[in-house]
């Protein structure tokens, strides 16, 4: 990680100080494909409570300065919504094993330097230091190849996650619903869930 950048753990009541700056970033990053997210503050900042209220939290924050550049989080899978939940329960795995893996954003010119890479190394750290789960799992949305919104230069990012030894799983798949820029509502979003055994 370049030596401007400083990079901090925080977990539950920690994070509640910084929620409007993460919402901010969530919003601005989301916005781009393939989430197309048209989002609001007052939804983020809700959304991310979540994290400040649940047991075993991580939210890893990196700062450029005073300005809030990057942020990934995570939390016990069993801490999250019903949606999230079921597809393990369907085929047979245990949540209170799993680790889940929310969102990481960047802001696009801080990316190719490494910290998606730092993210996953930073909350693995924190799982195993947990010393209760198994597996760490995240869901990524599923986007036709021929999306009239899809940029030319977009790259997914699988190759990333095969790296960090995340494998993915179409059985496990689940819908978030959001409304996208060019949507006057929210409408339901295929998710396809990635799992590593962690050791």
Request: with cysteine.
């Amino acid at each position: 990680m370049p030596d401007s950048l400083h990079l901090q753990r925080l977990s539950g009541a920690a994070i509640n100080a910084w929620l409007p700056e993460l919402a901010r970033l969530r919003i601005q990053v989301f916005r781009e494909f393939p989430y197309l997210y048209d989002g609001s503050t007052a939804y983020e900042e809700n959304y991310l409570r979540t994290y400040v209220d649940a047991p075993d939290s991580i939210m890893v924050l990196v700062q450029d300065g005073e300005q809030v550049i990057g942020a990934s989080s995570g939390l016990p899978l069993a801490a999250e919504t019903p949606n999230v939940i079921e597809p393990f329960l369907t085929h047979g795995y245990d949540p209170q094993r799993i680790f889940y893996y929310g969102e990481s954003v960047l802001l696009p010119e801080y990316r190719g330097r490494g910290l998606g890479k730092r993210f996953f190394a930073e909350r693995e750290a924190h799982v195993h230091g947990l010393g209760r789960f198994e597996i760490a799992c995240f869901c990524a949305v599923q986007r036709s190849a021929d999306h009239p919104r899809r940029p030319a230069s977009y790259a997914p990012l699988d190759t990333l996650w095969n790296q960090q030894g995340f494998v993915k799983h179409p059985e496990l798949h689940t819908t978030f619903s959001w409304r996208d820029l060019d949507e006057s509502q929210e409408s339901p979003k295929p998710m396809v869930f990635w799992l590593k055994t962690l050791v």
